[in-house]
């Protein structure tokens, strides 16, 4: 395997083994994965650790979701669910429901989309954009009938060849992210990587790459501190600090697809292992995403700034010359007229966290 040294800072990390590019992809499907993981310069200096950040916007529907949108059709497929002309309906807050409608077009099925109607115009008109029917249905807790995925489940049982793909219990979520994402950080690091920390939606995400990591790194006898990030409004940081009790949901967050009120089948698969949590407010993040873009060139959405204040924060906790890893999981341009929006930001009593110097990004 061809393994090329980087500089001084981040001696040991190696290229991807198959490195996008130079490699031809077979189709939308086979571009996904194999994202860059990208040192963030200023922050590793701050911290004095290595803070990497797995690049999902780099995928081509531009999302980490793309990985477990091909693992749950491609799961349909394998079991018969879903036969040639079928039709793929899922409950998404809107990247799940964007790789799936990619997917769809590319393997010729129809797309049902149930999304809850606060979710960004961008995600809508871009789905529509795709060819999906999207459905937005009023924001109510899992436990409402009208939840926008019981919606979704019974929507699929009522029409022929349909198939209800279930990110939020169907564990071929978290197989996707064991099976790619997890083994790509680990030879990017060259096995060298001593915390992980996200956030989770489904928790696919989360549970696949920290079982990946806790595994190999118990084979080699060394240790893997895998963490998990929370937003406003999710219980999951309670939970995991209280040792295992849950709460009411309450609050929110200007984080999009991520936060959960329960332990889904896909978290659940990892969460005992999970070393701890951390809550991240909003104000932390929005400074961050303002942070990114103007010292790393980054343009990232809420998910992944506050994933990356989990990692400085989980830095800290570590100590100096750790290597931290976590996921920057899409690009700004799903939320921009929100993010970037003086009168948005205000409206979440948020235009105070964007520290003054970079107050001239909010140019909407
Ligand atoms: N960030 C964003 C922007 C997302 O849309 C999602 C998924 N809804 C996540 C993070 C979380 O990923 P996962 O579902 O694997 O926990």
């Known amino acids: 395997m061809y393994l090329r040294r980087l500089a001084a800072s981040t001696r040991g990390f190696a290229r991807p083994a198959s490195s996008r590019a130079y490699a031809t992809a077979n189709g939308f499907t086979g571009a996904i994965g194999n994202t860059p993981l990208i040192r963030l310069r200023s922050l590793s200096e701050e911290t004095g650790c290595n803070i990497l950040g797995k690049a999902e916007f780099q995928n081509p529907g531009g999302s980490v979701k793309d990985r477990a949108a091909l693992y ?12 040639p002309g079928g039709t793929v ?30 979710q960004s115009p961008e995600k809508i008109d871009l789905l529509r954009m795709l060819g999906a029917d999207v459905r937005p ?27 209800w793909t279930n990110q939020f219990d169907n564990t071929a979520n978290t197989r996707a992210h064991y099976e790619t994402t997890g083994p790509e ?20 995400t ?24 929370d937003p406003p409004g999710s219980v999951l940081y309670s939970y995991i ?3 295992g009790k849950l709460t009411e949901r309450s609050g929110g967050s200007i984080t999009e697809g991520i936060g959960q009120g329960r332990v889904t089948d896909n978290l659940g698969t990892e969460i005992g292992n999970i070393s701890g949590a951390l809550h991240i407010p909003d104000e932390r993040s929005i400074e961050m995403l303002y942070r990114l873009l103007d010292e790393e060139g980054l343009y990232l959405g809420a998910s992944s700034s506050l994933n990356v204040v989990a990692a400085v924060d989980l830095a800290k906790k570590l100590g100096p010359g750790k290597t931290i ?12 007229t929100r993010l970037f929006s003086r009168a948005w930001l205000r409206s979440k ?12 990004y909010i140019v909407l």
């Open 241 to 243: 600090s209280s040792g």
């Open 325 to 336: 890893v976590t996921i920057l999981c899409d690009g700004a341009y799903r939320y921009q």
């Open 137 to 163: 249905v009023p924001a109510v807790a899992f436990e409402n009938p009208e939840n926008y995925n019981h919606q979704a489940r019974r929507y699929a049982e009522s029409i022929p060849n349909a198939v």
């Open 206 to 229: 989360l549970a696949g790459v920290a079982r990946y990591l806790r595994e190999q790194a118990e084979k080699e006898g060394k240790k893997v501190e895998n963490w998990l990030a």
């Open 72 to 83: 749950v059709i491609r799961d349909a497929e394998e079991k018969g669910s879903l036969k």
């Open 349 to 360: 009593g948020l235009e105070n966290a964007i520290p003054q110097n970079l107050q001239k």
């Open 89 to 118: 309906v899922e409950g998404t807050a809107g990247n799940t429901g964007i790789g799936l409608a990619h997917v769809c077009r590319s393997k010729g099925y129809k797309c049902v989309i149930y999304m809850p109607n606060t």
């Open 185 to 204: 950080i680990w030879s990017q690091t060259n096995g060298a990587v001593d915390g992980f920390v996200c956030s989770t939606g489904t928790g696919g």
